[in-house]
């Protein structure tokens, strides 16, 4: 008599290796999706956080733009004079405008480089004084009798001083005693080649009366650059016109992008960020 051995048969082990067969390629698929769409979430949070990045970093200087305060532009450039401290004239004193100045923030005073400084006459026109000397901190005793005395605002925590500025050569004649001024200087913002990420555009600020640049946030896709909203109607433009002061704002394109294409993609991804500055850079109209 023949006795059974308990086990499985060959058939029952070939569906029982097809069954795990198929879970496996499912749970592969699976896996090799959420990390795809885990990669896709990380790239995208890369290029909107640049993005965010540079739009933080543009748009509070922009904002303080003034009448004549734009300079030069163009799609990948833009210059402009960014006021960072004012003050008012108190007297003049062997060729020196002494300036009582208000309270300023005193990380931006301390970081920032006079390209020159303006004041509006009479007529309602900004002069602008560029490459003057400018020495800062001086004591407010500058502006008290028995010079006419100006007072300005003090607040306790905000820099506030007098400043000293000798005229560039061939300059308008220095503001009257009383009038508003202030102290710029000139920056431009451009997308251009990145150091930190070779191959790639980056955003940078130039501060053009030292030289010193600086690479703010990379990568940036090839897309990304400056518009003009012209005149009244804020007409837009692509290419800045010939008057600069009928510029009435920007419209800047800030295409982040990630720094490598996630997994199963071919080119990085990109992130859109495109919004409007408006800043007075003509008061007369």
Avoid: H
Wanted: proline share 7%.
């Amino acid at each position: 008599m023949t006795t059974r051995r308990p086990g499985f048969s060959l058939a029952e082990l070939t569906v029982a290796m097809v069954i795990a067969g198929i879970i496996g390629i499912a749970l592969s698929r699976l896996i090799i999706s959420q990390s795809r769409f885990a990669a896709m979430q990380d790239a995208m949070m890369r290029a909107r956080s640049g993005a965010r990045a540079a739009l933080n970093a543009l748009s509070g200087e922009l904002r303080a733009v003034t009448d004549s305060g734009l300079v030069g532009a163009g799609p990948d450039s833009i210059t402009v004079r960014v006021p960072y401290a004012f003050g008012v004239a108190c007297q003049q004193i062997f060729g020196w405008t002494i300036v009582s100045l208000l309270p300023t923030d005193s990380a931006i005073y301390s970081a920032s480089s006079a390209s020159g400084y303006a004041w509006r006459d009479s007529t309602g026109a900004y002069r602008f004084i560029v490459q003057a000397a400018v020495i800062a901190r001086l004591s407010p005793v500058f502006c008290s009798p028995p010079a006419p005395s100006i007072t300005t605002l003090r607040a306790t925590g905000w820099d506030s001083s007098a400043a000293a500025i000798w005229p560039s050569a061939g300059s308008p004649p220095p503001p009257p005693v009383g009038t508003v001024v202030y102290l710029y200087q000139t920056i431009r913002y451009a997308f251009a080649a990145s150091v930190e990420i070779p191959g790639r555009r980056a955003l940078w600020r130039t501060v053009v009366s030292t030289g010193t640049r600086d690479e703010l946030v990379a990568p940036f896709d090839s897309s990304a650059k400056f518009q003009f909203l012209v005149g009244g109607a804020y007409t837009l433009q692509s290419a800045p016109p010939a008057v600069l002061d009928s510029v009435r704002g920007v419209r800047v394109k800030l295409v982040g992008a990630s720094e490598t294409a996630p997994q199963g993609r071919s080119q990085p991804v990109t992130f859109d960020l495109t919004t409007d500055i408006l800043f007075r850079n003509n008061a007369r109209q």
